[in-house]
């Protein structure tokens, strides 16, 4: 039983890394020209194209109807920090803290992803941006379907694209093995680093995992160190997996 349920786990990565790849994703709505105009008066009040583009983004993610967690979510959660950030964290979904705010990562283990970026001198006030795979929560807290991830991840994708982070730091199983394309489990994933589209990328576990299993803590911060020596530029591009 335990095989055939990994197969079809497989199973499904694969479906989801090949949408992935292949960029078969249903493309994001065009702005209105109204939404152009708007984009066009931000700009005039110092605001640029990016950032402009990046709230049109999220205001289109507060509506999304593209699958089925849009019926059972309270908000959704587009994610939240600075524009041009020298990380961006991706963890898996919203929890019920999040679903309640529209927020991320604003629960317990967010609260204790906070410390983790303050001990390598980073946060989301300051020069970090942080969200999710999907960016409503799924019923109970469950792993997203593949279904679910391939309708959100264009969102994900255009967001990395506008806000240009220097590092991503991928925390837990789904979100590292969809942005690293492997289906090994984190604990093989983690302690390298890996090429997503020219931005360095570090796996590391989930702070939630790590609240249950403490004995995880000198691997999220070995983690933590590879990231600080990517931002330091200790690490060059061909020393990325």
Request: charged share 30%; with cysteine; glycine share 10%.
């Amino acid at each position: 039983m335990e095989k055939e349920i990994l197969f079809k786990d497989f199973l499904d990565l694969l479906e989801m890394t090949e949408v992935y790849l292949k960029g078969c994703f249903k493309p994001l709505e065009k702005p209105s020209d109204a939404g152009g105009k708007e984009t066009e008066g931000e700009i005039s009040r110092g605001i640029s194209r990016r950032e402009a583009e990046l709230s049109h983004l999220e205001e289109e993610i507060r509506v999304c109807k593209l699958c089925e967690l849009a019926r059972t979510r309270t908000n959704a959660v587009p994610g939240e920090g600075v524009f041009d950030p020298l990380v961006m964290v991706i963890g898996e979904g919203p929890g019920a803290e999040e679903d309640a705010t529209g927020r991320p990562f604003v629960g317990r283990a967010g609260r204790y992803l906070d410390k983790w970026l303050d001990a390598i001198d980073l946060s989301r006030e300051k020069n970090c941006f942080i969200g999710n795979i999907v960016k409503c929560r799924p019923p109970g807290n469950r792993d997203p379907k593949p279904e679910e991830s391939s309708a959100c991840l264009p969102y994900l994708v255009k967001q990395i694209e506008l806000l240009k982070p220097k590092a991503i730091l991928t925390v837990g199983r789904i979100s590292s093995q969809i942005l690293t394309g492997s289906m090994q489990g984190i604990g093989k994933l983690r302690g390298r680093i890996y090429n997503y589209n020219g931005v360095p990328l570090v796996p590391t576990y989930h702070p939630s995992g790590v609240l249950r299993n403490p004995s995880l803590r000198p691997y999220v911060w070995e983690d933590l160190k590879l990231l600080k020596a990517i931002l330091e530029e200790k690490i060059t591009k061909k020393d990325l997996y």
